[in-house]
């Protein structure tokens, strides 16, 4: 049985940084891709950063850009997400979601049960 347990959201200010944390249990962590997604009030669930099971593909949507990094620890079987310079509209619940081979596709076929992050201006 596959497990994703999300944590490290919390509130913060404008401007801050915040760390998530993504430990996968049931599933060698290396053979997957792994991704994180996030979900506002009244949006779809969308996409934010994912990275390949050996590490050397990595993707971030457009608006994190030079903000956010993913990393993952296959050792520790956790990835990472590192969020600095926050801004209001990244308040959302964050998923981590394990894809369903070492590269990164469509959509992961396992998911966490998420995060909030908040953003105050």
């Known amino acids: 049985q596959v497990q994703l347990v999300e944590s490290g959201g919390g509130l913060v200010q404008a401007g801050g940084s915040l760390r998530l944390s993504c430990a996968v249990s049931?599933?060698?962590?290396?053979?997957?891709?792994m991704g994180w997604f996030r979900q506002a009030p009244g949006k779809e669930r969308g996409f934010v950063a994912a990275?390949?099971?050996?590490?050397?593909?990595?993707y971030y949507t457009d608006s994190v850009k030079g903000r956010f990094t993913i990393s993952r620890d296959n050792a520790q079987n956790t990835v990472y997400l590192q969020m600095n310079s926050l801004k209001p509209e990244d308040t959302a619940v964050y998923y981590c979601?394990?894809?369903?081979?070492?590269?990164?596709?469509?959509?992961?076929?396992?998911w966490g049960q998420g995060t909030q992050v908040t953003v105050s201006s």
């Open positions: 979601g394990q894809y369903p081979g070492v590269f990164v596709t469509t959509r992961p076929d396992y």
């Open positions: 049931g599933r060698t962590n290396s053979r997957y891709a």
């Open positions: 990275i390949s099971g050996t590490g050397a593909d990595i």
